[in-house]
């Protein structure tokens, strides 16, 4: 059965019986002429009418299907059209109108996964596969079904400067990446996805624009607020003179992502960034929306990047006005602190007990639940055990904690040894919360993720000398030489050198990892999903001095789930009880440890103890 889908915004080109209808926001502009291009890509003026509040419109039968256009400013400046759905030339090109109901779909019979269920695999359509395009991206979705992969979530994909970059200064919020390829071939991924029972997310930045190819500021100055600050400048004003027609604007876009391409969830970026003052926050406005909107017909997936660890934002899955998870630092910090020993940065606030801090996140979720930060230099946090372990991501590695990095190196070339970052993995994979995995994870791939990106010259330029001064606080890249070590993130070299090598999965150290997640995933399917939806809290119940910990999650019908772990370099005494069925360890001689009461290094042990009920 084939489906036609749309969403109908009151901004932007939309096909209507009597025409094109163009509609801009300009509160700025005097007069707003729509600029239509011919065939042969000459562009002439038609008059837009000017509405109240700032609009400004045209309906026209001149325009169809694949007609190229811009909008010019007081007969000055052309802009593209911030709510494009299509810039086939780059962000400074014209925007393309597209009939988002030409698209025949074929997943008809798709009702989501339960978000208990998920596996979350990051990617960079980019860098993902040889092709770098959606089309190369679905290509290996056999992979990642085979490896038990749930959810896929794309680094955002919101048309950004040049052909190469993270995402993460994009300028059209509802044009996919034309690099990437076409509307239709998102829309093609995102169908073959559905088809093999994989949902897919998709990573949205609502707290800044990048800062090459915005025009807002020109005629829609209102956008914009200098009551908050974020690291990128102005705010987003969500909460002043003008913000409803702003907030809508976001609102749609998440409305847009999720019907018109069926993703199946967002992941909203750096939201400690969106400040606002009003009420409803526009957070809460928007799960609102989502959920009263597709929400009611399958489940979606709305995930948090909040490094204040607000855990009022957080509710358990389907929540009517709640997020169903945030991603968790304090596991990645923990992790890392354990595997690498490092204590720069923000791993300070981690590096005087990592275990105890481990075992925290794990039974409760948030680390820091409102102690003060020493790195932050305030209390961070608020308290988070009365939420579900399906509202914490968990991962080991994702973008940003490999990018922020100097070099971009994975963690496995940083790690003590295969043997700790092997046991971390079981940890991660097999914890009730949601696993995620950044690309290449499953296999150790060894490529770098450095920071890159295809600004003009003057831009790349500052880029380029504000990555030098970042580093320099680091006495290794402080000198000529070893600045001279940082990658170029405005040179193509660094983009392909975080190029997935797919060939190395014939290699038997790749493969063995490979099959080492694969197994994990497959008894996280078999044992511990079932269990998920009956955990009713988890306690962290002994902690040795010596770093070995445990952690049980009590289920409703009096079962326990038990993990034991040894994140050391050395044997420590047995703690916590190693009762019930084994479901996985990584030295299972677990029986012989209790007798000689220790825990063999790096070691890690999950069982499950039957309740009254039986489990």
Not at 235 to 257: E, M
Not at 444 to 470: H, W
């Amino acid at each position: 059965m084939s489906l036609r889908r749309r969403h109908s915004m009151p901004f932007g080109a939309q096909l209507t019986p009597a025409g094109v209808r163009f509609r801009l926001w300009a509160p700025a502009a005097h007069e707003v002429e729509l600029m239509l291009n011919d065939a042969a890509g000459k562009s002439r003026p038609l008059a837009m009418a000017s509405l109240p509040d700032g609009w400004f419109e045209l309906v026209t039968q001149e325009a169809g299907a694949g007609s190229r256009y811009r909008y010019r400013i007081d007969g000055n400046t052309e802009v593209p059209d911030p709510a494009s759905r299509s810039n086939p030339e780059d962000i400074q090109g014209p925007s393309e109108v597209v009939d988002a109901a030409a698209f025949e779909w074929d997943d008809g019979a798709w009702r989501g996964r339960p978000w208990h269920e998920a596996v979350v695999y990051e990617l960079h359509v980019g860098t993902f596969s040889p092709e770098g395009t959606f089309a190369g991206a679905a290509k290996k979705l056999d992979h990642l079904a085979a490896l038990g992969v749930t959810v896929i979530e794309l680094m955002p994909i919101a048309d950004f400067p040049g052909t190469r970059g993270w995402g993460y200064d994009g300028v059209l919020q509802y044009a996919p990446e034309s690099a990437y390829g076409s509307p239709e071939d998102l829309k093609s991924l995102v169908a073959a996805a559905h088809r093999r029972g994989i949902a897919m997310m998709l990573d949205v930045v609502y707290n800044h624009f990048g800062p090459e190819g915005n025009y807002l500021h020109l005629y829609a100055p209102q956008f914009f607020t200098d009551r908050h600050h974020t690291p990128w400048g102005s705010a987003i004003n969500f909460d002043g003179p003008g913000s409803r027609t702003v907030r809508d604007f976001y609102i749609h876009n998440t409305l847009y992502w999720l019907e018109e391409y069926h993703f199946d969830g967002l992941r909203f970026d750096a939201v400690h960034a969106i400040v606002d003052d009003s009420e409803p926050n526009i957070l809460t406005e928007i799960a609102r929306a989502a959920r009263t909107g597709p929400g009611r017909e399958r489940p979606i997936f709305l995930v948090l990047e909040n490094g204040d660890n607000r855990a009022r934002f957080l509710g358990p899955p389907g929540a009517p006005d709640t997020f169903d998870a945030q991603w968790n630092d304090d596991v990645h910090h923990c992790l890392h602190t354990l595997l690498t020993g490092e204590s720069d940065g923000y791993y300070e606030d981690y590096a005087e007990n990592p275990h105890a801090m481990l075992c925290r996140c794990l039974a409760e979720g948030f680390g820091y639940q409102g102690q003060v930060s020493a790195h932050q230099g305030g209390p961070r946090g608020e308290p988070s055990a009365h939420l579900p372990p399906t509202a914490f991501v968990n991962f080991l590695q994702n973008h940003d904690q490999i990018g922020n990095r100097a070099l971009g190196e994975r963690i496995d070339r940083i790690a003590r040894s295969e043997a700790a970052l092997r046991a971390a993995t079981a940890v991660l994979l097999l914890s009730p919360s949601p696993p995620m995995l950044f690309m290449g994870d499953e296999w150790e791939a060894p490529e770098p993720f450095p920071y890159f990106c295809d600004f003009e010259p003057e831009l790349a330029s500052q880029v380029r000398e504000g990555r030098k001064r970042e580093f320099a606080r680091f006495a290794k890249f402080r000198d000529p030489e070893g600045a001279a070590r940082l990658p170029d993130p405005t040179d193509i070299a660094t983009f392909r050198s975080a190029c997935l090598d797919w060939n190395r999965l014939q290699e038997r150290r790749h493969a063995d990892a490979l099959d080492h997640h694969r197994r994990l995933l497959a008894v996280r399917q078999r044992d511990i999903v079932p269990l998920i939806p009956k955990i009713r809290g988890g306690t962290c119940i002994k902690l040795e001095v010596s770093g070995a910990f445990a952690v049980d999650w009590r289920l409703g019908d009096g079962a326990i789930l038990h993990l034991l772990a040894n994140l050391t370099e050395r044997a420590v005494p047995v703690v916590g009880r190693a009762a019930g069925r084994m479901i996985f360890a990584t030295h299972p001689n677990i029986r012989a440890a209790m007798t000689r009461n220790e825990l063999a290094p790096w070691s890690v042990t999950w069982l499950l103890e039957r309740g009254v009920a039986g489990a």
